[in-house]
T-cell receptor, first 114, second 110 residues
Framework: EAQVTQNPRYLITVTGKKLTVTCSQN?????MSWYRQDPGLGLRQIYY???????DKGDVPEGYKVSRKEKRNFPLILESPSPNQTSLYFC?????????????FGSGTQLSVL | GDSVTQMEGPVTLSEEAFLTINCTYT??????LFWYVQYPGEGLQLLLK?????DKGSNKGFEATYRKETTSFHLEKGSVQVSDSAVYFC?????????FGTGTSLTVIP
């Protein structure tokens, strides 16, 4: 089954404790991206990757890191989480970035930073 | 920069009512336009899309027409069902990035 898998689904942590949210897709997609969803703000893009070893900042990259060493994986790293990073996070992928290519979304990771 | 503005929610309708969710956009190029739907506890799923002016996207009874002159992509459905209750996001794709609206929550009551 074609899917985007994120882990964990829920995560509670404390300020400053490094964490990684994993994202994996099994569709051989070139493009992958991370979003955060906050009430009243919709989805905002954090980082995206056009292909292996190619990453770029989205609209809200501060406090986040990503890497794309393999085509299928695109982990999101919070080196020193802060309470304002409490949010619902989604990973998404598409065959390639361009006109009309739809995004496939993971089920989300609800992160709480205390 | 690019942006998407959609109507504030929440929207509550009775079953079989007509639905319109307004969406307007700002873009420097010629973007593709999308509507995504998010059911409770799930990620977003593509509902429909349109890639150029005057295109009409349709799926599951929902429709939206790409209007370049009014920079709009309003979502419509003639008769909503309880199963349509979800959050709806308008989005545009402008080369490297997707831009999403803030989402409109729809609740359909029997």
């Amino acid at each position: 089954e074609a899917q985007v898998t994120q882990n964990p689904r829920y995560l509670i942590t404390v300020t400053g404790k490094k964490l990684t949210v994993t994202c994996s897709q099994n569709m051989n997609h070139e493009y992958m991206s991370w979003y955060r969803q906050d009430p009243g703000l919709g989805l905002r893009q954090i980082y995206y990757s056009m292909n292996v070893e190619v990453t770029d900042k989205g609209d809200v990259p501060e406090g986040y890191k990503v890497s794309r060493k393999e085509k299928r994986n695109f982990p999101l790293i919070l080196e020193s989480p802060s309470p304002n990073q409490t949010s619902l996070y989604f990973c998404a992928s598409s065959r390639r970035q361009g006109r009309s290519e739809k995004l496939f979304f993971g089920s989300g990771t609800q992160l709480s930073v205390l | 920069g690019d942006s998407v503005t959609q109507m504030e929610g929440p929207v509550t309708l009775s079953e079989e009512a007509f639905l319109t969710i307004n969406c307007t956009y700002t873009a420097t190029g010629y973007p593709s336009l999308f509507w995504y739907v998010q059911y409770p506890g799930e990620g977003l799923q593509l509902l429909l899309k349109a890639t150029k002016a005057d295109d009409k996207g349709s799926n599951k009874g929902f429709e939206a027409t790409y209007r370049k002159e009014t920079t709009s992509f309003h979502l419509e459905k003639g008769s909503v069902q309880v199963s349509d209750s979800a959050v709806y996001f308008c989005a545009l794709d402008d080369s490297n990035q997707f831009y999403f609206g803030t989402g409109t929550s729809l609740t359909v009551i029997p």
